[in-house]
């Protein structure tokens, strides 16, 4: 099985480009799936569907054209499937402290329930071999990146506090029962994360197996967009995903008058300059501003068209993290990997959180994680295509190596 997830900054464009995606996609023959991980779906309106027909399959994939189908996740559907005793417990919880009922049950939806939601799917259909290419079209990078660290939040929570909790609790529900109203969760509660959890086993290397997930960031050419996806890249490294490529969207076309946005167009190059240099060398995609909405197969097709000729999208483009960050002998390090570099003089300095490297006439920025911002680089030395720069202290200065 492939998995693809687009995801960038809100209005970027992920829904039609993984839409656009998946039309290539079944046209090559892979079995494919569309899934909407965003609670404010829009893959109906991308492939002009009547929304009455999602509406109606309640979170269930369904068949848009032969070999493929789309699935927007509808997490109140999942409550009573999956989440049945957890959502009861936090519902008559609210409902205590209180909120209206309906109110209790509506807002008793956890931030991450939406989210381990769509892993019990990709799971499943993964252990079923139900599809060949997974494409998900992720909400905006926050919850992106919430979705990923999922699985490592809830094994360390079933590691570390669950058997404590679920013991304690089972000591205290007698007692507590003729002392206060506030409801205790039952332990049918506690057998159903530990269910949710079972279910989860083995997402977690379905994400990071570069064989099998890649990550591909797609961003405007405009400054607040960039710097958010410079973020986005850090943080999808961190979490040991592959980011295979970058896809530049709405750009203004080259060769044509744009009158009033001419100086638009210029602005949009000298920001592409930049990403370059930033993502370097993971792949850039380009895709021109479209002349009218993209809405429907026709069009769908005719991005998938300019974005992949006639490359197939389910290649892997990348299968290695371009950068690394660790913590060795008591000292953080930064792994970037810059092939082809010959040694020379390294110049590191900072700006903000942005480490950049200068290696001859080769410049790279990386957007450092909070606990090496902080800090100054002390050294660096190439090992191999591999430069790894050390940081120390707040107080400590920066070195050539």
């Known amino acids: 099985?492939?998995?693809?997830?687009?995801?960038?900054?809100?209005?970027?464009?992920?829904?039609?480009?993984?839409?656009?995606?998946?039309?290539?996609?079944?046209?090559?023959?892979?079995?494919?799936?569309?899934?909407?991980?965003?609670?404010?779906?829009?893959?109906?309106?991308?492939?002009?569907?009547?929304?009455?027909?999602?509406?109606?399959?309640?979170?269930?994939?369904?068949?848009?054209?032969?070999?493929?189908?789309?699935?927007?996740?509808?997490?109140?559907?999942?409550?009573?499937?999956?989440?049945?005793?957890?959502?009861?417990?936090?519902?008559?919880?609210?409902?205590?402290?209180?909120?209206?009922?309906?109110?209790?049950?509506?807002?008793?939806?956890?931030?991450?329930?939406?989210?381990?939601?769509?892993?019990?799917?990709?799971?499943?259909?993964?252990?079923?071999?139900?599809?060949?290419?997974i494409l998900l079209d992720c909400a905006p990078t926050g919850e992106s990146l919430r979705f990923i660290s999922m699985p490592t939040a809830l094994e360390w929570y079933?590691?570390?506090?669950?058997?404590?909790?679920?013991?304690?609790?089972?000591?205290?529900?007698?007692?507590?029962?003729?002392?206060?109203?506030?409801?205790?969760?039952?332990?049918?509660?506690?057998?159903?994360?530990?269910?949710?959890?079972?279910?989860?086993?083995?997402?977690?290397?379905?994400?990071?197996?570069?064989?099998?997930?890649?990550?591909?960031?797609?961003?405007?050419?405009?400054?607040?967009?960039?710097?958010?996806?410079q973020r986005a890249f850090m943080y999808f490294c961190l979490y040991g995903l592959c980011i295979d490529a970058v896809i530049v969207?709405?750009?203004?076309?080259?060769?044509?008058?744009?009158?009033?946005?001419?100086?638009?167009?210029?602005?949009?190059?000298?920001?592409?300059?930049?990403i370059k240099e930033f993502f370097s060398p993971v792949r850039i995609w380009q895709l021109r501003m479209s002349s009218d909405e993209i809405v429907g197969i026709d069009d769908l097709r005719s991005l998938a068209d300019e974005l992949y000729g006639d490359e197939d999208p389910t290649k892997c483009f990348r299968t290695e993290s371009p950068h690394k960050f660790s913590k060795k002998d008591g000292k953080y390090q930064v792994r970037v990997k810059l092939p082809f570099l010959s040694k020379e003089d390294v110049d590191l300095s900072k700006s903000g959180d942005e480490l950049i490297i200068r290696i001859g006439g080769f410049k790279k920025h990386v957007v450092l994680p909070r606990s090496m911002a902080a800090r100054d680089p002390t050294g660096a030395k190439l090992e191999g295509d591999t430069l790894v720069i050390t940081f120390g202290g707040e107080k400590d200065g920066k070195e050539k190596g």
């Open 249 to 274: 969207n709405r750009l203004f076309p080259e060769g044509e008058s744009l009158g009033y946005f001419a100086k638009w167009r210029e602005t949009q190059q000298r920001y592409l300059t930049e």
């Open 1 to 133: 099985m492939r998995m693809i997830m687009y995801t960038g900054k809100g209005g970027v464009g992920k829904t039609s480009i993984a839409s656009a995606t998946g039309v290539r996609c079944a046209e090559l023959g892979y079995r494919t799936l569309v899934m909407s991980l965003d609670p404010a779906h829009s893959l109906a309106d991308s492939f002009d569907l009547d929304r009455r027909l999602l509406d109606n399959a309640k979170g269930k994939p369904v068949q848009v054209t032969e070999n493929l189908n789309i699935q927007e996740v509808d997490v109140q559907e999942e409550m009573e499937e999956n989440w049945g005793e957890v959502h009861a417990y936090i519902s008559a919880l609210l409902n205590v402290s209180g909120l209206e009922e309906v109110l209790a049950e509506e807002v008793a939806i956890l931030p991450g329930m939406e989210e381990v939601t769509c892993l019990l799917h990709i799971n499943r259909y993964a252990k079923a071999d139900a599809f060949d290419v």
């Open 158 to 229: 079933m590691k570390k506090l669950f058997k404590i909790e679920r013991t304690m609790f089972k000591v205290m529900r007698p007692v507590m029962k003729n002392i206060t109203s506030i409801p205790l969760p039952n332990d049918d509660y506690f057998e159903a994360i530990a269910s949710l959890y079972e279910r989860l086993a083995g997402v977690d290397d379905l994400l990071t197996d570069p064989k099998v997930t890649s990550v591909r960031l797609v961003t405007n050419p405009e400054k607040m967009v960039i710097k958010e996806t």
